[in-house]
């Protein structure tokens, strides 16, 4: 079984290092269009499979991902919800264009996510 770590680098298209710092949390790396950040992700909720509830910190923002599965008729339904805090005055500024590019590269990331699980190498 591959580690929490390792599988999110599998299928998330601009993480690019990840690491456990300890049981529930992770120092990541991203990386996009030149641009490093690095994140402290803490898992805040869990309830597997149906909940995941992570609190994000970086330098020029805070954010909480909740995501929740549920059944539906045929099939599964994933909700994100992501809360942001931009904490600097340029990341305020920028956020509307940050929030853009997060969004499609979520929806690029389960695309990729859904394949894996589908063809069984998730």
Known sequence: MLE??????RW????????PV????????FEDRGHRI?????????????VLVV???AASFEATS????????GGTRLTTVV???????????????????????LERDLETLKALLEDGSA
């Open 4 to 9: 929490a770590s390792d599988a999110r680098l």
């Open 12 to 19: 998330m298209g601009v993480l690019v290092e990840s690491e």
């Open 22 to 29: 300890e049981e529930g949390r992770f120092r990541d790396v």
């Open 38 to 50: 690095e994140i402290d992700a803490e898992v805040v909720e869990r309830h597997p499979p149906r």
């Open 55 to 57: 609190r994000l910190r």
């Open 66 to 73: 909740a995501q929740r599965l549920e059944a539906i008729e």
């Open 83 to 105: 809360e942001t805090t931009y904490t600097k005055r340029l990341a305020r500024l920028a956020g509307p264009f940050v929030a853009r590019r997060a969004q499609q590269q």
